[in-house]
């Protein structure tokens, strides 16, 4: 319902109303780290260059809201990004190594680092953006100071992550590397084998997050799994419409 009402609103009223809903939950945590977040980003970061990088793209972003020329508007993404930082209690610890798989534009790994965690983040090699993709992605983490925690990776079917190092946290959000709407998205054997490999790269003590995308014309009722690869994933962690947590093997044991 929220939705639809939030659709008959122009869409800067719109933004505007869930810009006020993600500061009314931040405030529920009752944490000075958190509503501190973003004056700390905006120290240091170039945010008058997002705001002419939003400004530019605007005919982009009116001729397709989905596309990454979206992400031009720090003024919510940077707020959204501290309210996944807050879901994941980022802000009750410090000193954490966090991988972020397909870390875009970079918000998310600028809110970890300015709550005091270590991070580092990949995604696909600039040839495999698109235009808007390459420009907002590349200006984004260039203004934010995270361009030097952002490497290129490609994650293929099947194929160990070309990764080094233990982490203890990784997270992957709104997740297209599964072939995502494609002929060949994944099904229980792929992720059966990256969560396998994932999981070895953490720390003991550690945990993966991931948050999948709807394909309801794919999966019906279930939206974002097949049968197999859901009780796959509540095999190894907890399943919470598409948000999965998976601790590392041996937590709590």
């Not at 698109?130 to 361009?147: H, M």
């Not at 070895?200 to 009722?221: D, K, V």
Request: net charge positive; hydrophobic share 40%; charged share 25%.
């Amino acid at each position: 319902m929220r939705e639809v009402l939030l659709a008959l609103l122009p869409r800067p009223l719109a933004r505007w109303v869930e810009i006020q809903k993600l500061s009314w939950q931040l405030r529920r945590y009752r944490s000075p780290a958190l509503l501190k977040v973003t004056s700390l980003i905006a120290r240091t970061a170039d945010l008058d260059r997002i705001d002419r990088l939003r400004r530019e793209l605007q005919p982009a972003y009116r001729a397709d809201p989905v596309s990454a020329a979206k992400y031009a508007d720090h003024r919510f993404w940077l707020p959204f990004n501290v309210h996944r930082a807050a879901a994941l209690g980022l802000h009750a610890q410090t000193g954490l190594r966090i991988l972020d798989l397909g870390c875009g534009p970079g918000y998310f790994l600028a809110v970890a680092r300015a709550l005091g965690h270590e991070c580092c983040g990949v995604d696909l090699p600039e040839s495999g953006f698109s235009p808007v993709e390459r420009r907002v992605y590349g200006e984004i983490l260039e203004a934010l100071g995270c361009r030097h925690l952002a490497s290129p990776l490609t994650i293929e079917r099947m194929a160990p992550l070309a990764l080094e190092g233990q982490y203890d946290l990784i997270t992957a959000f709104w997740i297209c590397f599964n072939r995502h709407r494609q002929p060949d998205e994944w099904g229980a054997p792929e992720w059966r084998f990256f969560i396998q490999d994932a999981l070895g790269r953490l720390r003991p003590g550690g945990s993966m997050f991931l948050e999948l995308n709807a394909h309801p014309e794919r999966y019906g009722a279930l939206r974002w799994y097949d049968p197999d690869t859901l009780a796959h994933l509540r095999s190894v962690g907890t399943v919470e419409k598409n948000r999965v947590r998976i601790p590392a093997p041996g937590h709590g044991s």
